[in-house]
């Protein structure tokens, strides 16, 4: 994995980006880039690989599994395998439209 960070000048927000493999991540201290408490959703190949090197337990969500990280300001990282989603539990569909489909 690999980080860099940059910022316009000493003292201003900072725009992180996070490598790893092929995969870059971009991640940005300015404000209105996004609201606090933030969710981000990361699929990846092998969750329980990435659970091992945080130290955290993947758990059985109610589509799969994942694991869920936070960092320092409170925004959580869920991170789930790569490829075909199995279909969540959804709520009945609504009369007169046709059902939605979790699948890809």
Do not use: W
């Not at 659970?51 to 409170?74: H, N, Y």
């Amino acid at each position: 994995m690999r980080d860099e960070v940059s910022a316009a000048a000493p003292g201003l927000p900072a725009f992180v980006e996070v490598t790893r493999d092929r995969v870059r991540l971009f991640l940005s201290e300015h404000r209105g880039d996004a609201r606090p408490d933030t969710l981000v959703y990361l699929r990846i190949r092998d969750v329980e690989t990435i659970a091992s090197e945080f130290g955290v337990q993947a758990k059985d969500a109610p589509s799969e599994r994942e694991i869920e990280l936070r960092d320092p300001d409170g925004n959580v990282q869920r991170v789930l395998p790569s490829g075909r989603v199995r279909a969540a539990r959804t709520a009945p569909p609504r009369p007169g439209l046709p059902p939605k489909s979790c699948e890809r």
